[in-house]
């Protein structure tokens, strides 16, 4: 059910209400595709990562269905996006946690990858470890993807600040930028301008710890 990009991921979520059970089902698949399923930490998967969720019905409420049930939907997205936002701004060595916002892609399933591609690039965690406001890392990754695109549509931000417009590079102060990422939470927005595609993709910086902790052990 989750295939994100993690070195071990255990979640269990448990709720007091009583849910159907195909339903809860189908409403936990749909809150990891858009949460845990777009987290990117090192790239690496464990044998074991997974979500499962409970619900033992102690509320004694009236039985939640696809029909009564767009509360409760919209309560599970929020837990699992909190959780998987959780997890990357906690990962091995991170200091920053990264948001990839991505639009206009020909699909949702262009706009997921190249979401994910970006959050996942080990020149952009390190831009963002540094500070440095490289739009450039951030394009070449859209080069790499193979998304439809076209260039002179492509619009770029840093942390709210449009970098690039219609493809080409704007001027903006760097030291002033630069200040700004080192923010909690660095913001990347791509928007391609060719489809409805939107997707947000979570990741962390590229640290020096990262390496010490993954290079003093063994398993």
């Known amino acids: 059910m989750i295939h994100p990009d993690l070195a071990t991921l255990l979640s269990f979520l448990t709720t007091d209400a009583k849910v159907e059970a195909g339903f809860l089902a189908r409403a936990l698949k749909a809150a990891v595709d858009d949460s845990f399923n777009m987290l990117t930490i090192d790239g690496d998967t464990s044998t074991n990562d997974m979500v499962s969720i409970m619900a033992n019905g102690r509320a004694d409420n009236d039985m939640i269905t696809a029909r009564n049930g767009r509360m409760f939907r919209e ?39 190249v979401a994910r591609l970006i959050a ?77 595609g939107i997707a947000i993709a979570w990741g962390c910086d590229l640290s020096q710890e990262y390496v010490t902790i993954n290079s003093d052990y063994t398993t």
């Open 120 to 196: 996942a690039s080990a020149l952009v965690k390190a831009a963002v470890h540094g500070n440095d406001p490289n739009w450039g890392r951030v394009v070449a990754v859209l080069g790499r993807s193979g998304a439809d695109m076209d260039e002179g549509k492509l619009d770029v931000y840093l942390q709210g600040e449009q970098v690039m417009r219609s493809g080409s590079p704007l001027a903006f102060d760097k030291d002033k930028l630069s200040r700004r990422m080192k923010a909690d939470t660095v913001s990347i927005k791509v928007c391609l301008n060719i489809g409805t």
């Open 75 to 113: 309560a599970l997205n929020r837990v699992c996006r909190y959780l998987a936002c959780s997890i990357a701004a906690d990962g091995e060595g991170a200091t920053r946690l990264i948001e990839v916002y991505v639009d206009g892609a020909k699909s949702r399933s262009q706009a997921r990858k």
